[in-house]
């Protein structure tokens, strides 16, 4: 067994180990992340409005919104260490980015390249709630091997439709 196969069944073994426990209930944290995403996305066009109109109001506003983002993105991420709080909202900023343009795509026709982004977007939010749950560490994700996908994990542990 390889060292990436290795460390793919180790984090395998971790999921186990937590659906065992009971799961995860990630239906409320999975809205907040959502929001997160959103928060993120009114920072980046207040800045971009602002910038275009010379409008300072709009930075303020952003400020504003930037600070809502802070206090949701703690409530997510309540005990970070190093890198983490960074990746973590990075990784839901790209998720975010990533959907936009699969729709953005899915809207000009381009089908393929539009499953392709909202395949890569998905991925990348599963890796932040691979690093949320501390399954793995910044910098310690494994690659899955042939056949295993870290969405699979996460399809796993979670179902937003329980409420």
Not at 59 to 87: M, N, S, Y
Request: with cysteine.
């Amino acid at each position: 067994m390889t060292e990436s196969e290795q460390s793919f069944a180790t984090l395998l073994e971790k999921v186990k180990k937590l659906k065992a426990e009971g799961g995860v209930d990630l239906s409320t944290a999975e809205d907040l992340s959502l929001a997160v995403m959103n928060l993120i996305s009114l920072e980046e066009h207040f800045f971009f409005t602002g910038v275009k109109t010379g409008d300072k109001e709009y930075f303020d506003t952003g400020a504003e919104v930037r600070e809502q983002r802070k206090e949701l993105l703690a409530k997510l991420i309540p005990d970070h260490e190093g890198e983490t709080w960074c990746a973590s909202k990075h990784l839901l900023s790209a998720t975010m980015r990533l959907v936009e343009v699969g729709y953005k795509l899915e809207g000009d026709g381009k089908k393929e390249e539009a499953a392709d982004m909202f395949k890569r977007a998905y991925k990348i939010y599963s890796v932040f709630w691979l690093l949320k749950l501390k399954l793995v560490a910044v910098g310690r994700v494994p690659a899955a091997p042939a056949g295993g996908k870290l969405e699979q994990i996460i399809n796993e542990l979670a179902n937003c439709c329980d409420e």
